[in-house]
């Protein structure tokens, strides 16, 4: 178990026995799971971005469940005392592989066959296709959102950023990692000068 950040993904399995793993496994009922964590206080102040960001994913979530390609939601937790601190959790379907960054990036410089790369972007496509027709756009698509199945296969998550009723799947913002942003967010004109 690594610790706890804003967002961030935590995986917990049935050798993990710190005190945040215990705090969680009074909570769930499957052994093996990731958990996301979304603080609600930091030094006393109330972070109600992190709400937003729970809300957004779990939403997309649930619209979402049940699909091949798209992360599976186990539970949600509304309050979850960790060590003191209270925090939005989420928890997700584990995977023992993965990301398709951790799968592409880990150094040992495996050339993937076609057929693999097809069916990583068929995964990919589903998911995003599915995604689309539910009216939901992800809005940080890239390598580290990508989860690996035991037998390879790509499920999507990471929904904190993602637009829910978007009907023309415009950009509505700038968001998501920048150089996996699509090239025409940087077309647009930029205003300098005082906001009115």
């Excluded at 109600?48 to 994913?57: C, G, L, P, Q």
């Excluded at 049940?66 to 992360?71: E, F, K, P, T």
């Excluded at 592989?97 to 076609?114: A, H, M």
Aim: glycine letters at 6%; one cysteine or more.
């Amino acid at each position: 178990m690594c610790g706890l950040s804003e967002g961030g993904f935590v995986q917990l399995n049935r050798n993990s026995f710190s005190q945040a793993d215990r705090s969680i496994r009074k909570h769930v009922d499957q052994p093996e799971s990731i958990f996301k964590f979304f603080a609600k206080y930091r030094h006393g102040e109330d972070l109600n971005i992190n709400k937003d960001f729970f809300e957004i994913e779990l939403e997309a979530l649930k619209a979402l469940e049940r699909h091949a390609n798209i992360m599976e939601l186990k539970n949600s937790f509304q309050s979850l005392f960790i060590d003191r601190i209270e925090y939005f959790v989420l928890e997700l379907e584990y995977f023992l592989n993965g990301t398709l960054k951790d799968v592409l990036f880990n150094g040992e410089g495996y050339l993937y066959t076609d057929h693999t790369i097809f069916v990583w972007c068929e995964n990919i496509l589903d998911g995003l296709s599915f995604m689309h027709s539910k009216k939901i756009r992800h809005s940080d698509i890239k390598p580290g959102n990508l989860f690996m199945m035991p037998d390879y296969k790509i499920k999507i998550g990471d929904f904190d950023l993602a637009e829910l009723d978007n009907d023309t799947f415009e950009c509505r913002k700038m968001c998501g990692t920048p150089v996996y942003q699509p090239p025409e967010l940087y077309s647009v004109p930029v205003v300098v000068g005082p906001i009115k």
